[in-house]
């Protein structure tokens, strides 16, 4: 049996997710940060406007990988050799959202610095925090995908 | 008389509600700054958002998601399990 293509599937719908809750939750209801708050102070209107379509890229992509995750997840189940698990699911959609916050995090927070967790206090432990959320979900999702 | 029978018995036509709403909006302050309307501040934000920073950004926002299409194609092919670590390693040794 080949569990691939359903944890790939899982993965992608994952980093969707996680992309979501990030764009949803931190860029539009908290407003702690934006695509890129560093650069663009979000005290003035014309600032305000260009991270607004920026965003919106951001969340036009995230939502290309949730899509291409439900197409990937529908081929899976017309596998016959697919085993289809919910615990595999689950295990890759925790993983894929724990590879989000690694990789989002390392590259736009810590590489580049385009913005931070909570923008106003710059780089900080919400940083790590945010970082280290992501290790703890990648480590949870492999345990519930090697768990039989 | 009723003209447009519905689920609801009250139920009127909300077309001039409906136009007035889409007046307000289209009035708007903000709707006069979006990024492809005439106003000044329409064309401030075209201006930034097409300047000499486009490709960086562009860059930026791509970038972690190249990272992703690489990781879950490796999950795809198998490119992190042991055992195709495993022939791998077997390969390069003959």
């Known amino acids: ?148 | 008389m009723n003209r447009c029978p519905g689920p609801f018995p009250q139920e009127r036509p909300i077309c001039r509600e409906c136009f007035l709403v889409a007046l307000c909006v289209l009035l708007a302050v903000s709707s006069q700054a979006c990024p492809f309307c005439g106003s000044k501040t329409g064309k401030e934000i075209r201006a930034s958002l097409f300047g000499p920073d486009l490709p960086y950004n562009l860059l930026v926002l791509v970038s972690p998601f190249l990272i992703f299409a690489a990781i879950v194609y490796g999950i795809y092919c198998g490119g992190f399990s042991k055992k195709r670590f495993a022939k791998r390693e077997k390969t390069q040794r003959l």
């Open chain 1, 1 to 148: 049996m080949n569990k691939r293509p359903l944890i790939a599937a899982g993965t992608l719908l994952g980093i969707g997710m996680g992309g979501f809750v990030d764009g949803i939750l931190f860029h539009q209801v908290l407003q702690l940060h934006s695509m890129l708050s560093a650069k663009m102070p979000q005290d003035e209107l014309l600032n305000v406007k260009i991270s607004m379509v920026w965003d919106g890229l951001f969340h036009a992509l995230t939502w290309l990988t949730t899509a291409f995750g439900i197409v990937l997840l529908f081929q899976a189940g017309r596998r016959s050799d697919c085993p289809w698990s919910g615990r595999s699911l689950w295990g890759s959609s925790f993983l894929g959202w724990g590879i989000f916050n690694v990789v989002e995090g390392v590259i736009d927070h810590y590489l580049l610095g385009i913005h931070h967790v909570v923008e106003c206090l710059g780089l900080s432990a919400y940083d790590h925090l945010f970082l280290a959320s992501g290790g703890v979900l990648i480590f949870f999702g492999s345990l519930l995908i090697r768990f039989r």
